[in-house]
């Protein structure tokens, strides 16, 4: 949506790595180039990292097959929500924010915090064709593909009371643009 639409293209890993969250629209891998990014400095930074270690504590937990800590994740969310809030008012424009939200209950949670125009486009995959999109992208890397793979097993697809969320099934044979043009399609633009 960045780099053909014009979107501001907000990485949600990296609210919780601590650095620029604004991926330029022309990198080759969105998601592998939040590595790449620039870590934050100035006012605010250690209570983020403190936030950060928090919620990585909670997402290894569920990792490890637990369930999220309903009132950590909505302290890391809400932090982010406050970033992303007051990044909207200082850029504007159309944002696609990435990240993970689980389920209903958080999605619901997030929209609380940024207001009932927020729309989810849920990506969904069958697990064997997920598995093997995370391979190709992480191919010397097969300890991420097993955490990749245990975080997708905790989400959940949007449903039908599920406000302003849509699903998109993705399949291995879909482009990036394949891809986009099945989101701008859900979402009527």
């Given at each position: 949506?960045?780099?053909?639409?014009?979107?501001?293209?907000?990485?949600?890993?990296?609210?919780?790595?601590?650095?620029?969250?604004?991926?330029?629209?022309?990198?080759?891998?969105?998601?592998?180039?939040q590595?790449?990014?620039?870590?934050?400095?100035?006012?605010?930074?250690?209570?983020?990292r403190?936030?950060?270690?928090?919620?990585?504590?909670?997402?290894?937990?569920?990792?490890?097959?637990?369930?999220?800590?309903?009132?950590?994740?909505?302290?890391?969310?809400?932090?982010?929500?406050?970033d992303?809030?007051?990044?909207?008012?200082?850029?504007?424009?159309?944002?696609?924010?990435?990240?993970?939200?689980?389920?209903?209950?958080?999605?619901?949670?997030i929209?609380?915090?940024?207001?009932?125009?927020?729309?989810?486009?849920?990506?969904?995959?069958?697990?064997?064709?997920?598995?093997?999109?995370?391979?190709?992208r992480?191919i010397?890397?097969?300890?991420?593909?097993d955490?990749?793979?245990?975080?997708?097993?905790?989400?959940?697809?949007?449903?039908?009371?599920?406000?302003?969320?849509?699903?998109?099934?993705?399949?291995?044979?879909?482009?990036?643009?394949?891809?986009?043009?099945?989101?701008?399609?859900?979402?009527?633009?």
């Amino acid at each position: 949506l960045s780099k053909m639409h014009g979107y501001v293209y907000y990485e949600g890993d990296c609210f919780g790595s601590c650095r620029n969250p604004y991926i330029p629209p022309d990198v080759q891998n969105p998601s592998l180039a939040q590595f790449l990014q620039k870590p934050l400095i100035g006012e605010g930074l250690e209570e983020r990292r403190e936030l950060c270690k928090r919620a990585n504590e909670m997402f290894g937990e569920m990792m490890a097959g637990g369930e999220y800590d309903k009132g950590k994740a909505e302290e890391y969310y809400e932090k982010m929500c406050e970033d992303i809030k007051r990044e909207r008012k200082r850029i504007g424009g159309d944002w696609s924010i990435a990240g993970v939200t689980f389920g209903q209950d958080l999605r619901n949670f997030i929209r609380s915090k940024l207001g009932t125009d927020l729309v989810f486009v849920v990506l969904n995959m069958e697990m064997e064709d997920l598995k093997e999109r995370i391979r190709i992208r992480h191919i010397r890397e097969k300890g991420t593909v097993d955490i990749l793979m245990s975080i997708s097993r905790l989400c959940e697809a949007a449903t039908e009371d599920d406000d302003n969320a849509v699903n998109v099934m993705i399949t291995n044979e879909m482009s990036k643009e394949d891809v986009i043009s099945k989101i701008l399609e859900k979402l009527n633009l």
